[in-house]
Each structure stands twice: as structure tokens, then as C-alpha cells.
């Protein structure tokens, strides 16, 4: 039996340990053999793969991104895809089962080639934690690690100047990096995408702590919006020349904390650093679990499923179940964090 | 309402996080007020401590070890120990709830003295993740982290001079923080103490390994117990005048693993260091919300109850279910791990 | 003997444990009684300071910025400003010597104090290493261990998705963290104030080493200027509506490598992370010596001198050697480096 | 021109990074081949040797221990060692010239292999900074970070329960590693073997840090030599049953300690992690002008000479400069350090 693994969507730490994990296990327990489908859907599409190895694998679990390239590519667009043109390609590859890690564009367009009867599992990878699916993936750990550090480095400076410190973190749609890296650093605010504020309310928490000869640290999502304020404008702000300008939501709020308290502010906008790097060695346990279970979902032909964290275990569940919305900061958790705001 | 805040047993990343939210929440949202019981139960007998304010409090979340100190004293023992004399000496401090930060020892206390009718919560708190009642507590990621590094830099040496490396890392009776690390660190064997095994089941592993060309990565639990020797022996071993010696197990395996395979090994005890030192992000997070729990704990004055990661959530049940046995690692667990041996 | 300790200019790891150090061997050692001024030369001239102890500097060696605050205020400014008007101060609150620890600002104002018969002595700090008396500071070591943990993880994250990743590091004028990161993360090119380039070459390298299948970092000081450009337009680019913008000249470039190679490409601003949290060990000791040696500097009543690094040993040298031009990268060190370059 | 590259002694974070410099600059300016000697003077006396490209060094200079492998042979001894036959292992190969990387005894057979005419040069490494002929090696800022972040983790474990903690580091011969690394972590005594002292000496500090209420630190080098003790004991002390022990100086101290001041004690015994894993960012750079270097070395002929770092220069020195008495710490040194104990 002949399995092949892709990985596709943006890259994330983990990514490489769950490929040794499949590869070493299906290889030495099971007697399976690998490929390495080349840069995600891309390389399914068009068949680019390369033969994977023990070798292949050796010492990848601690080293971040992913060996097999990645990309955006959808198997269902060009002139290659399709379910029965992938399908051709499988058979002429020799591939009998495919893992496909990724979020969850990467687990729609699995689903619907299992859907379509082609024997595909799936391993969920977000690093901003919104897929529903599971308690948690591979990645946003390490994240919040290094959001954490970044955080701990601004508040002595911050400190050392009295100034006002924002730390724009990752999460485009749903804030959780934020929540948990505000939570860890001890931010005076957080700022997440799921909780619209105006800038008056956050400018009331930096300026309490300001009084309190405290240097304010707001750590906020790269998605959240401005309340009161039209989204174009929440996203862009306004440039020195009073026009909309195209930096982060970082860039935009600490010149107008700035102007609105008169306290100075700086931003930091921590970007790809997030998401590159040695895995923490807690994301390297839980993807390691992750692909020991998809060689498990694979010699069960269990087509259509992915594997998933729940509690203390992994478990094995419908793809479809990764599909819905995105999961969101709930109320609760954020109004934890907000107990310890200013 | 005037809390005493207690941290009792081996110190453990976090610790202050506990501390600092529960007392910036309880000033802030219910208007306690708290005191620091010094050197845990040894405080609370002797009514020993200190007022505990913003300021206590501030920036410790990302500090290890504990603010109020720690011992191993026993609330029971002693001329001033005993619920009934404990009951005075809150009275005569004006402390109205306790709550106790602890591991098993810590727990069985509080839980005995809420038992005996004193206003008393708990938190739990095990650096080697031995208790049943909670899905995790703080301090576990941080050793493991910890550990996991050191593993990444042994690994290297270990190459360059084709030598075996045994780490030992901390663990008497439960084997969590090897199975991680092992598996994190991509360990070539890893030995907890719920499974004991041979020196020769362990040196097939490490020969074959070297027969491939690798140098062997070794992961040992403290209270890993060699089979089919007497325990004395596996865990004092004998030192080159043929003695019994005090080393770790680490030490005692390094040198028969070099005299049975003639691969030069070195061992490394990580000792305190996985232990000390700012907490990692996630345990920042972990704790933090432990001691907004236990807040809510104690205003709902739920004396005898412990706070309690499930899943995703934080949820209150009874110290008791902490007290029975130790949370060992299962089966499935160690087998994960040996799927990715030799 | 009572001796004012400021810190003034941007902060910088390492601040604390020259005033540590200072204090520890001073009350020990000499007898002396030490005050921190608050805020750098704004504490001098308003006389705003405190009682600096051993418990005031316990444990901060190994804590980012400055626990005296900074700020940019001249000395010689203002209604209070001025030698005499300082010396006036001073006498009222029985200092007898002032420790400047500062960047070339502050030590031209602390040498023109000391001109003016003010009994001052310099300890050297820059961040960026531009101070042309001194071998090294404390703190550039620090910043270039920071930025080279972030271009390792740009490395693996620009791998995964074959993008050109571009990290803009400090330095204003020179290019010495550039230099120093630009060598440790093994960058395609190094970009810094000294050696203005074109868009043009920069290219060439990024599309020789994509071509051979690598991904391109570029590692680049905030003060590179692109050659055959205004200098504003080069400071600023062009943003998407074809208007000069405010962002770093990383953010300028990326677009513009990816325009002209249709290499996909991101950037990473560094910032402020730079100069925050724990110094490294080497910062720490060249801090804590450097503290030491200024309390020499004092009880021989060197005013006018500063300590400063040479080779292994910390020396006394005139202020105003660090006060002409800013150490520049030489020639021969950036032809070191672009040796790798490609 | 074919040039030989080899790896001698105890691996050193920074070795790869020498070789990868070497490399590049060698082939892309120089028109250079090489070959990678396998486990040092082995496989220089052996013949066994591997072609190194661009793409065996690609990414190297940020992994530990070294691709090309080491051991401690020396080359003038067995069959196929000493001078003549070397030469014509060489002459078989068709290598032109030799680059030795190794410490005190890799240089002295360097040195005694270019007398006897071979085109050999040598890069000095040592992790212990005991090679005179250089003010600094790679390696030894590796090795006092790791050392010093291991020393903060312990504070706060020391501070929790109130126990004197002991860090023994590397350094047999020479106490540089403790020395900064004491520095660094503010040790309230660090003993080197320098400076041989009493236990009454070390109990004396002992005391008074903890009378003030702090939890002791000690930092020793493995090297250290309790003064009026003889050496066996001092390296072995006595174990619980009174009989010599084999444990580190370490072990050995904090029994001592705590027999004769009643203070809980606990050593930590760093050993190899302080010599594996990434090297910090100033290693590398240091690393990569030492190769750069090298090959400067190697294309002017310069046979029997060294690189080495002179203040903020890299320069060529005759290997024989390192060959006398190792650099041990002078007591100016040590002195400063002492102005901060207790």
C-alpha cells in the first residue's frame, strides 16, 4: 500500500513531525510505502511527488514549515483537476491512500474528493485555532510561545520609556493567538476580532494604566475592527498625510492612542515569525499523535475522516465536521481575560 | 472577605500566575482582600503572612517559583497544627476562605481541613502530571519544554561524537514528562516508570539504532526501574569500585549501556532547571484561569472543591477526586511512543 | 560620597546590570551611597531622584531596560537647564559624582558637564553599536541574537511556500545588527545605511538563489537607502495607490522584489523587540564590568572619562572619543559578508 | 586546488558554520573542491573522506555539533599514522591542503604535521576560552548562554525554598564558563579551578546571603579544587556511606554546604547540553569570519599559521601561539567577579 502526503494552505510548526510520525510507523509497523505529493494540491494535481524515506524524514519533527513545500492550489480548478482526473493520476502514481494536512480550504477540498470516492484522510492544521473540529492543532502553541516572548521583550521597553506598547499578533477571523498571548503577558488590553471596541474604550484602559504609572501593553488580533468606524477605515487608518493607509491594524491604533491620550505609543507587528521556527515541544507531541492516528485512519480505510484532538486523546471524526463555521473566541473566554484588563 | 492564598510542595512554573489573577480579579471585581500565607501550610499554622495587593502581584506571571514561599509542612502535625487550631489562627488573622495550591499531599490537606469545617478550596499543581482529577496543570509544559531543548542540544553533540546520550529527566513515579520529551525530542527509546524493562531490551534498541549510523537519544523517567534487578541495585547501581552509588538512573544506565554495547554514552540529569524559570505561554494561560476559577470558587464558597481542566474548559470538582491514585501513564500512551523506537 | 546614577536616550538590555553592578560594589566596596535619577537628564535637571540600595538592584541584571526610566531631555535646555543651574542641584542633593550611561547624546551632554567642572563619568550604551570608542556595548549582542531567532524562523517559513522573506532589523545609521544577523542567519543579501544598492542588484541575488530552489532572505537595517533614488521615495516607497508611504524600508522592498521577480515576497519588521528583555549572558558581563569599572572611574575622580571595551579589557577613555563620527561598518566587514551573499 | 577540511576534539556549537563559510567562499571565489575528513585525524589517517558542495553545507551554520564527525586520534600514532604517511594519503586523495579545527591538542598536531611540511592551517576551538593564541573561540558564548539561562531558572526554584542551588559548568582546566556565567546570573560565589578555596571560604558567603534572606547561588567550574583537601577527594568527595564518590565537584559541594550550614542544597550538573544545540548569533558570525579566514589562510599558502580574533579583528597567527600554557583566568578577573559575591 502506497500512501502519499500533502500538505497545503500557509505553513505552520508541527507540520514536519506529523509527516515522521506517518512515515516512520506506516514504514516499519504496517509495511506501507510514501510519497511526498509536491507543494500541496498542486502536486496532486499534477502528479509531482518524490519518494519518502526514513532518511527523508530524519530529525524533521523539531524543524518548522513543511519538507513537501505547500500552496493554494485547488484539486477541483485546471485543466488537471477534478475528482476523476486526480483520481487517473492516483492510479498512475500507484497511491492508494492520501493524507492531506491542512486548514480548513485544504479539508473541504479532501472531503469532497473522499466524497467523490477517492480514499483521503485528513489531518487538521490551523495555527490560529478556528476549526471546530478539534480542541486543538499543531501550531498555535508554538505561536503563542513566540507572541509571549515578543510580548515579555516590549513591556521592559515599554516601561523604560513609559510608552504605550501594541503588539499586533496573528488571526485574521478569530482572535484566539491574541486571547491567550494578552492572557500570558499580562496585557492591559486585548483585542480580538469576535469583540468590536471603539477607540475610546480602549483608550480608557491605557490611560488608567498610564495613571497608574503603568506602561500600557495592547495586544491585538491582525482582524479586529474598530467599532463605530467603517471597516475600509478600521483596516487602513490614516497615513501622516490624512489618507487611508495600508499598514496592520497595529500600525492604525497606536497613533490614534497616541493622539487620543497623548501618551507615546509604538507598534510591533510580530507577523511570519509567528509561524516559522522549531516547533514548541508540545506541538511536536500533538502532531506526532496526529500522524500515528492518520496511519491508523488509513489502514481502516477510513475515508472521509480526520483526526482530532479531545481532551487528553485523539480521536478519529468526519471531515465534514471541520467544515461549518470557524470557531470562534467564545463570550466566556474572552470576558476571562477582560477580568484582568487595566 | 479577606483571602489567604497558600502555595505548598515543590515550587512549579506558574505558581505566580495562580496568584496574580486570582488577587487582581478578587481586589478588582469582588473586593476581597488577600494575604500571602508564607512557606505554605508552615504560614497558615505559624500565621505567618503578609498583605498582597496590585503591586505584590504585579509582573509576576511570567516569573517562576513563588512569591509566598513553600515548604512541605503538614497543617496536622505540630503544637499549633490541627483544624481547630488552624480555625483560631484564621479567625485571629481575619481570613475568611483559604485557598491551598497544590499537588496530591498539598490537596489531601486542604481537603481534610474542609473536611473539618474550614472554608478552604484548592488548585492543583503537579510539575509531573500525576494527578487524575485534571486533564493537565501548569508547570508540565514548561519541564517538557524545557527538557526538549536540552534533548535538541544532546542530540547534536550525541552525532557528532557517535556517542549514546541518556537524559534523565523528572518523573519518580509517573513517566508524562519523558513520554513527552521522548517523543518530542524524536528519542530512539524512552523509559517511564510503568514500564519497567531490561537492560537488554534497551540496548537492542540502542545498537540498532547505532547499526543505522544514528547516534542513540535515550529518554529515562527518574523512577524508571530496570527489570529483573533489585531496586536498590536499578536505582543506585554500582559505581567503578563496584559499590552501590547514589547517582540518578541516568548515571547508572549510561555506563552498562556503554559496557554491553561498546557505544561510548554519556548521561545528563536535568535536575531543578525543569523546574525554575519563566512558565511557558500555555501555562501562563492554564494558571491564570485557575485562579480566576478559584475565585469564583471561593465566592460561591464551594469549600472542598478544586479547580479542574476538561477538555477546552475549566470546570470545579472535589479535591477528593485528586486524592486516589496517581495518574500513570497508560498503556496506549507508552505505545505511541514505542511505535516510533529504535 | 553619594553618586547619581541616570540612564538616558532609547533603552537598551543591559542598562540594569551596569547600575547594578555599580551599586553591589560601590556600597560594598567604597562606602558609597547611591540615588537613581528618574528619566535620564529630565531627573537631573528637575532633581528628581531616589534612594538606590541593594534591594532596589537585587535580581535585575537579568531584566531588559531600565529601572531609572530614560528619556531624550538635553541637560543644557530648559529654564532649569544648564552647568550651573545643574551644579546647583546637585549640591542641594548631595551628589558628589554622576554615572551617564548613554549613547552619543547623552555622553556629548555629559562631557560638556564635565567641561564645565561637573564631576561626571560616561558608561557607553548603543544598541546599534555605532560608537567609534568602544570595541562593543552591551546590547548589541542581545539584539543580534533576537533578530537571528527571527530570521531562523523566517527561513523555514519562507522554504515551505519558496517566498522571498525580507527582515528589517535596527540601525538607523549604521549596519552593524544587519551585518551581525546577516551572517548568523546565513542571508542571500545584507542591506545596510553604508552600502547603498539598487533594486536592481538586489534582485539578481534574490533571483539566483530562487532559481537554484531556495527561498531568498534578505536581511536589511531600517537605514538602507536604495541607490538611484530620492531619498524620500527610498524612505518611503510607494504604497498601493502609487503614494509614498509611511513603512519601513523592509516593506518597501518586498513589493518591490516582487514586482520585478515575480517572486512572491514578505517583510518582517522587527522593532522594538530588538531592544527589550533579557540581556544575553555576553551583554550581562560586559554590563556588570563596565558598571564596575565606572565606580573606579569615580573614586579616582576621572570626570570627563568613560569606560569602554577593548579587546578583552575594559579600559578609561576620554568622552570625547565617542563623540566624532559614528563607527561605520568598514568596507572590508560588509566584503566579508557578501562573500556568502547568493 | 583541493582542499581537506577536519573537525578534531570535543564538538563546539560554530563548527558547521566554519566549514559552510569555507565552503561557499572557497568554491564560488576561490575555484576551489572539497572534501570533508571524517572524524578528525581518523579519517585524515585512514583516507576516508566525502565530497562537501554547496548543498552539504546548506543551512548548517545554525546546527550544533559538526557534519564531518570527530574523535581524539591522534595522527602520528599507529600504522598508518605520522607524517610521511599522511602525505600520501593525501597525495592519493589529491588534497592540497588541510584545515584543522580543533583545540590545544588538534593545533599541536597541526602544527607538528605543517613542520613536518603538509599544507595545513589550523582554526582555534574551544569551548572553555583556555587557547591563549585567540581573545575568543565559537563555541564559549554558546556554552556561557546556555549556562546562564539554566542559572536564572535555578533563582527562582532557590528563591521558592529557600535552598542553596549549586550549578557546576563546564571549564576542567580553566574557569572562564563559570566565570561569566557567575556574572551573569549575579551567583553570590563562583569557584574556578584558578582559584582553589575552602569549604569554610564558600559556607562564609553561604550564610551571609541567606542570613540577608536570599536563596544562595554557586556557580563551579567542574575543574575547581577545594583548597586543603587532597585532590581525589576533592574530585571525588564522600558518598552517604563515607566512601569516595564519582560525582562532579558539584555533587560533591552541596552536601557540604548543607552539612556544615544547615541550608538545604541541590547541584546541577549542566554537562553536555552546554555544548550541543544552535549557536548563539555571535558564534556564528565568528564562526563564519574564522572560515572566511581560513580560506585567505589556504590560498596565500600560509602553512602552520592559525586565524584569530584580536579586539574586533580576525588575524593570522602562527599556530605555535597556541600551543604553550592554556589562558586560565587572571586574577584581575576573578577579582572583579569577587566584588559582587555574597
Not at 274 to 302: E, H, M, N, Y
Not at 327 to 342: C, I, M, T
Request: aromatic share 4%; proline share 4%; charged share 25%.
Amino acid at each position: 500500500m502506497r500512501v502519499g502526503i500533502l500538505t497545503s494552505g500557509g505553513d505552520c510548526p508541527g507540520l514536519n513531525a506529523v509527516i515522521r510520525a506517518a512515515v516512520l510507523t506506516g514504514m516499519v509497523h504496517h509495511g506501507l510505502e510514501f510519497v511526498g505529493i509536491r507543494d500541496g494540491y498542486r502536486g496532486l494535481v499534477e502528479g509531482d511527488v518524490r519518494v519518502l524515506n526514513r532518511s527523508s524524514v530524519r530529525g524533521t519533527s523539531r524543524i518548522g514549515g513543511t519538507i513537501l513545500g505547500t500552496s493554494r492550489t485547488n484539486p477541483y480548478e485546471g485543466p488537471n483537476g477534478g475528482a476523476a482526473n486526480v483520481a487517473k493520476t492516483l492510479e498512475r502514481l500507484g497511491i492508494d491512500a492520501v493524507m492531506a494536512i491542512g486548514g480548513e480550504g485544504t479539508l473541504a477540498a479532501a472531503n469532497r474528493l473522499a466524497d467523490d470516492g477517492l480514499p483521503v484522510v485528513g489531518v487538521p492544521k490551523t495555527i490560529d485555532n478556528d476549526l471546530d473540529a478539534t480542541d486543538y492543532t499543531f501550531g498555535f502553541d508554538t505561536a503563542v510561545q513566540i507572541a509571549t516572548e515578543a510580548g515579555d521583550r516590549l513591556r521592559t521597553t515599554g516601561d523604560s520609556h513609559m510608552r504605550c506598547m501594541v503588539l499586533e499578533v496573528m488571526g485574521r477571523h478569530v482572535g484566539w493567538i491574541a486571547l491567550h498571548t494578552g492572557i500570558a503577558t499580562g496585557a492591559h488590553v486585548t483585542l480580538i476580532p469576535e469583540q468590536p471596541r471603539s477607540i475610546e474604550w480602549i483608550c480608557e484602559y491605557v490611560q488608567s494604566v498610564y495613571d497608574r504609572r503603568r506602561a500600557p501593553l495592547v495586544v491585538v488580533s491582525e482582524g479586529f475592527k474598530l467599532e463605530g468606524m467603517d471597516e475600509e477605515y478600521s483596516r487602513k487608518g490614516l497615513d501622516a498625510y490624512n489618507r487611508p493607509r495600508l499598514g496592520g491594524i497595529g500600525e492604525v491604533l497606536a497613533p490614534m492612542i497616541e493622539e487620543r491620550t497623548g501618551i507615546e505609543s509604538r507598534s510591533t507587528v510580530l507577523g511570519h515569525i509567528q509561524r516559522g521556527g522549531a516547533p514548541s515541544g508540545a506541538d511536536r507531541v500533538l502532531a506526532t499523535r496526529f500522524g500515528l492516528a492518520a496511519i491508523d485512519a488509513i489502514t481502516a480505510k477510513a475515508w472521509g475522516t480526520m483526526v482530532s484532538l479531545r481532551g487528553t486523546e485523539i480521536v478519529r471524526v468526519p471531515m465534514s465536521d471541520a467544515l461549518g463555521d470557524l470557531k470562534r473566541v467564545p463570550d466566556h473566554r474572552y470576558r476571562e481575560a477582560e477580568l484582568l484588563f487595566g
